[in-house]
T-cell receptor, first 113, second 113 residues
Framework: GAVVSQHPSRVICKSGTSVKIECRSL??????MFWYRQFPKQSLMLMAT?????????EQGVEKDKFLINHASLTLSTLTVTSAHPEDSSFYIC?????????FGAGTRLSVL | GDSVTQMEGPVTLSEEAFLTINCTYT??????LFWYVQYPGEGLQLLLK?????DKGSNKGFEATYRKETTSFHLEKGSVQVSDSAVYFC????????????FGAGTRLFVKA
């Protein structure tokens, strides 16, 4: 199957700082990648669809100025949590699609103090 | 809109017991159906899939059959192992929705030795 690498796996930051999470497709080109957020013991909530070379499409209720997405190449999408606050603490997961199957990164656990 | 409903957990079984996790769906088109597994602290991994009615997906002893008449995709395994302890997500992907994947709430499985 296709491989998606997500970095970092864990990050702890102070309130008010910004955090960047990288998502790379290692063995396929991803014109579209997805960013999810997962709260403890809950399902994945789609935050946004990242489109290579164009603006991301955000789901209703997700602040685009808070969660900045950049998809500058066919193998890299980044999610930047700006001015992070404790309520942004969560598990963030990205995915890329190959033939209608989603392949997920290992996730990034963000803890905002 | 499309949705996925799966049985609430947690499900606790003894090793070698039979497993069934129920999943039903609603979709406007002809979706592909998936089961993903998430081990503690990790991202999601594709477990199995089925792309059309009556298809059976299978992997690692797990099976699920795409039942269009009952809009179901129940996950089964004849003999579970401790290593199967994880969270299982039923999901669908519908090409009418731009191949977004809709996830069920997840079912946590605990297998005791």
């Amino acid at each position: 199957g296709a491989v998606v690498s997500q970095h970092p796996s864990r990050v702890i930051c102070k309130s008010g700082t910004s955090v960047k999470i990288e998502c790379r497709s290692l063995d396929f080109q991803a014109t579209t990648m997805f960013w999810y957020r997962q709260f403890p013991k809950q399902s994945l909530m789609l935050m946004a669809t990242s489109n290579e070379g164009s603006k991301a499409t955000y789901e209703q209720g997700v602040e685009k100025d808070k969660f900045l997405i950049n998809h500058a190449s066919l193998t890299l999408s980044t999610l930047t949590v700006t001015s992070a606050h404790p309520e942004d603490s969560s598990f963030y997961i990205c995915s890329g699609t190959v033939k209608n199957i989603q392949y997920f990164g290992a996730g990034t656990r963000l803890s905002v103090l | 809109g499309d949705s996925v409903t799966q049985m609430e957990g947690p499900v606790t079984l003894s090793e070698e017991a039979f497993l069934t996790i129920n999943c039903t769906y609603t979709a406007t088109g002809y979706p592909s159906l998936f089961w993903y597994v998430q081990y503690p602290g990790e991202g999601l991994q594709l477990l199995l899939k089925a792309t059309k009615a009556d298809d059976k997906g299978s992997n690692k002893g797990f099976e699920a059959t795409y039942r269009k008449e009952t809009t179901s995709f129940h996950l089964e395994k004849g003999s579970v192992q401790v290593s199967d302890s994880a969270v299982y997500f039923c999901a669908l992907s519908d090409d009418t929705g731009g191949f977004k994947t809709i996830f069920g709430a997840g079912t946590r499985l605990f297998v005791k030795a």
